[in-house]
């Protein structure tokens, strides 16, 4: 059996690998970190609080990890922000874009994982497969950028995506069955994404817990030949 910590527990998608994750036969326990207090785990599942943007709070969470779990071996990072706090939609154009818009959006989407990999990637054993994974975003990915817009989200997503390639090639380092990876979970059905879902057709949107279970079979098929990359919900490696 091994261990699993899943951050942004309390989101849709979060919300989601931590039911899946829980029913797995592997998994021996599980950390369920949100900003908010979750209310009671359950079987397996222990809860805790965390806020990305904050290294303290990430420090304090990762010392409890260190202490409760036997062998950590896979960290999912589900935290994430669309949209500055108090905008009713992400910028559409250079003219929204505010210092404190895209500085937030660093902080959290960017900054966040960053954080958490500082403090929870040296707890993972140093033989032997393990993973990091943090949801990105296609959006977040130059080389597929042909409609522009969004420019905080995008730019967030694009600094997350050189964090987790550099972090791959430090691991890797150490340890050549690592997997550390971005994750696109396809347009999902979340308070992320509801304002923007009228211009998807129904068949595109994937329910939380159909997205958490592709990614949790994509992350199953990934090697240490992988890591460094960002991979979408159905397997598929999409270019940074
Ligand atoms: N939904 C989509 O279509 C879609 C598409 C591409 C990528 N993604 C990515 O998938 C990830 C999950 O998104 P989702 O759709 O599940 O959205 P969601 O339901 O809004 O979940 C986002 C989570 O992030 C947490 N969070 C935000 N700031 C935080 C902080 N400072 N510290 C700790 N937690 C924080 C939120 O916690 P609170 O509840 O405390 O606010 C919430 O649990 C995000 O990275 C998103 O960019 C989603």
Do not use: C
């Amino acid at each position: 059996l091994s261990d699993a910590v899943v951050i942004g527990a309390s989101g849709g998608i979060g919300s989601a690998f931590v039911e899946l994750l829980a029913s797995r036969p592997g998994i021996g326990a599980l950390l369920a970190l949100a900003r908010s207090p979750l209310g009671h785990g359950g079987h397996k599942v222990r809860t805790g609080t965390i806020d990305v943007t904050d290294e303290a709070s990430v420090a304090d969470a990762a010392a409890r990890a260190e202490r409760e779990l036997a062998d950590l071996r896979l960290v999912i990072v589900a935290t994430g922000m669309l949209r500055g706090p108090g905008m009713p939609q992400p910028e559409k154009s250079w003219r929204h874009i505010t210092p404190e818009t895209l500085l937030e959006l660093y902080r959290v989407n960017a900054v966040g994982p960053a954080l958490v990999a500082k403090h929870f990637v040296p707890l993972l054993p140093r033989q032997g497969r393990v993973v990091f994974a943090a949801l990105s975003a296609r959006v977040g990915s130059i080389g597929d950028n042909s409609l522009g817009g969004w420019h905080g989200y995008r730019a967030s997503k694009a600094a997350l995506n050189m964090l987790i390639r550099n972090i791959a090639i430090e691991l890797g380092r150490k340890n050549d069955e690592a997997v550390v990876v971005g994750l696109h979970p396809g347009t999902v059905d979340t308070e992320l994404s509801r304002p923007f879902q009228g211009g998807v057709p129904e068949s595109r949107l994937l329910a939380p817990r159909e997205s958490a279970s592709r990614l949790l079979a994509t992350l199953d098929r990934l090697g240490g030949a992988d890591s460094g990359g960002l991979f979408a919900h159905d397997g598929a490696r999409l270019p940074y």
